[in-house]
Structures are given as C-alpha cells and as structure tokens.
C-alpha cells in the first residue's frame, strides 16, 4: 500500500516507522525546511513507552526514566508521592521525560532519508475513491491509497478531509524551558500547587531540567520583553519552596518561552474516504494531563492493528481505528480541560488539597492507584 503521512512530528515518524516495518510504501510531507528541532522536553507515560517498544525505537540512555513524582504545596510542604516504579511494574512499560528532539531522533532512527519530502506545504487534497493525491505548493502531485494527517494543530488536511474548525484557545497558558539544572535534578519530577499557577520540574537526562508553569491568562501576559516576563515570575514565585528559586535564578531571558493553550474538540468522524487523522490533528488539548505526545502514538498503534486485521479493506479498518480511540482520546481531551477549567494540574488528580494531603497515608499510594486508572483509561494499547 502507498501511504501518504502529512506532518513529520512525533505521531507522523511513528506512523512512518510503523507502515515501512509493516511493509507499505511511504512518503512524509512535511512542510519544515527539516524534521524540528525546536521543543523543549516531554513526558511519555507508559502507554505511550509501551507503542515506543512496539515500534522498535531504542530508548537506552534517551531522557530520564523517572522513578515518581512528589507533589508538594507552593511553600514545599509534601502533599502526595506517585510512586512511578510501581506504576511501571503494574503496567509493563516506564514513565520517561525527554527533550522533544531527543525522541523524534530516536522514532527516525535507521529510517531511509529519501521518504520525507520538505518543504511541502500541502495546498489540496483530492480522493476518487480509487486512490487521494495531495498537491503541495511548490506543484508537486503524491498519489497514494491511504492519506495519513498528522500535521498538528493547524492541520491542512483535517481542513481538507472536514472543513475549517481551528483549534479554540483556553484562556490558559504555559511558561516554560528546558535548561541545565542549578542542583542535582535526580530522578524524580516535582509539582508544586499554588494559587498562581502549577510549578513543575521534570528531569530530563543529562542533568537537564524540563521547568515549567502552568498559569491563567491574563492582558498583557506574553507580551511583554522577555527580561520583563522572567522579572515578574521571579516576583510571582521567587518566595515558593525549593527549588524553585533557585531555578527561576539560574535562568536567562532566553531560556523562556510561552506555550498558550488551545484544543480541539475531539469530532466524531477522524477520517473520510481514504483520508484519516491522528495525533493533534484530530484532538489537540491542553498539555496538563502530559498526553499529548502518548495519545499520537496510541493512534499510529490502534491505525497499524486496524489495517493489519482487516487489510485489504481500508474503509472497515479505518473505521475500526475511529471507534477503538475515539472515547480514550475524548476523555483524555476532556480531563485536560477540566483541569485548566477547575484550576490546573491538581484537578486531574483530585479536587481539593485536603484529599491530596489523605493521598500519603494511604498503603500503596491512592496517588500512584489514581494514575494508574487514568492512565489505562485514555488507552487503547494498555
């Protein structure tokens, strides 16, 4: 089968990883002058490091496998550990964060050069029923038997396949970088809960930290000169716990970046004739669940098991691909929008700080049993 990926971001390597292992013709258009590398860090839970497996992409010394999570107030007391070792030993696979690059280094590794096509910018799409061909602006035709959108947010394709329907912004935001760490970052992510925002740390591997806050908008915010936006969160939250102005300290003006919030929601329909939608382009949502990235792999994983089942009837396939993800992914997108609506992270755990505080005096970690069922609620793979 000749299949056409639009977009060269995580989910559209995976896809291509997946089909050329599986055997198929492919060719990614993408329309960077390169596969990025711009990003900070992510976190891949472990559905999303179980389809990593699956795809063969070699992990060893990639990022940091984190072994928990301690979520601690806006002055540092501890509110609850999330024991993730456990969590792996329960579901086969690890918690790991990991600049954006580092991973799209590895999902690309050993893949011939000669599939991406950059610079593409595709313009159109049209399907006979026999086969969909995408032009790209520079006149170039592709034809292939199955059209894979994985172009983001903005995708080009979900407007060709469905209309325009952009995705709608929160009214939330997150600062954030990816730095050297002023202290030994160890193996263990921190959240802190405050009344300004989340403050979270992520190890990332090589003594590197993923830091960032998750924070409402308010006029004026990202608009400012960079040394005034690190001024005003070294006032906003210099006085919490440590580390976290020992980080703001260590940081410069070009070690900040904002990242405002926007979703889509997830639509009933994720494909049309030949043509179907993965990742962000069909469900992009606020990053506060850390799904993101996991929910484009758990689709390339349920598209790949759809069409090796029921191949070669590409309309059934896709169809059992659109029903086995569509409730994980709506309820992955509606879980992170609960959390930006009640008020940040913490909602995606529990709804008051009281509960979380009961959270450590329970044997095995009502936190880590929590995550646990979250996580195998948002998955087709688990």
């Not at 997946?18 to 492919?26: D, K, N």
């Not at 994720?270 to 689709?299: C, N, S, T, Y």
């Not at 992170?336 to 959270?359: S, Y």
Request: hydrophobic fraction near 40%; charge should be positive; charged fraction near 25%.
């Amino acid at each position: 089968m000749r299949v056409l990926i639009v977009g060269a971001g995580i989910a559209g390597v995976a896809a291509a990883r997946g089909f050329l292992a599986a055997g198929h013709e492919v060719t990614v258009l993408e329309r960077s002058p390169a596969l990025r590398e711009t990003g900070c860090a992510i976190m891949i839970w472990p559905n999303g490091t179980t389809v990593l497996d699956d795809l063969g992409v070699r992990m060893d010394g990639a990022g940091q496998r984190l072994e928990a999570i301690e979520v601690r107030s806006s002055r540092g007391r501890p509110v609850m550990v999330m024991d993730f070792d456990r969590l792996t030993s329960e579901l086969g696979a690890p918690v790991v964060s990991l600049p954006r690059r580092v991973l799209l280094d590895r999902l690309a590794e050993g893949l011939p050069q000669d599939i991406y096509h950059f610079g593409a910018r595709v313009t159109g799409v049209h399907d006979d029923g026999r086969s969909v061909r995408v032009e790209t602006e520079d006149g170039v035709r592709h034809t292939g038997d199955l059209l894979v959108g994985a172009d983001g947010v903005n995708s080009q394709v979900r407007t060709a396949l469905f209309g325009s329907r952009p995705a709608r912004p929160t009214g939330t935001a997150t600062w954030q970088g990816l730095i050297k760490a002023p202290f030994d970052p160890g193996a263990r992510a921190l959240l802190f809960l405050g009344p300004q925002g989340d403050f979270g740390m992520n190890p990332s591997g090589d003594g590197t930290v993923q830091w960032l806050i998750d924070f409402r908008l308010r006029p004026g915010d990202g608009r400012e000169r960079r040394d005034v936006a690190l001024a005003a969160l070294r006032r906003r939250y210099g006085s919490w716990g440590s580390p976290v102005p020992e980080l703001l300290e260590a940081l410069s003006e070009d070690d900040i970046g904002l990242f405002p919030h926007r979703r889509h929601r997830a639509p009933l329909r994720w494909r049309r004739g030949r043509g179907v939608l993965i990742g962000d382009a069909v469900h992009a949502m606020p990053p506060m669940l850390a799904q993101g990235a996991g929910q484009g792999l758990e689709d390339v994983s349920a598209l790949l098991r759809a069409l090796s089942a029921a191949w070669p009837d590409l309309a059934g396939a896709l169809a059992t691909y659109e029903r086995s993800r569509r409730r994980q992914a709506t309820l992955a997108s509606l879980l992170a929008t609960q959390a930006v609506a009640t008020g940040g992270p913490r909602a995606a755990l529990t709804q008051n700080e009281w509960a979380l505080r009961g959270a450590v005096a329970v044997p095995g970690g009502l936190g880590t049993a929590m995550l646990r069922r979250l996580i195998r609620g948002v998955s087709t793979r688990l």
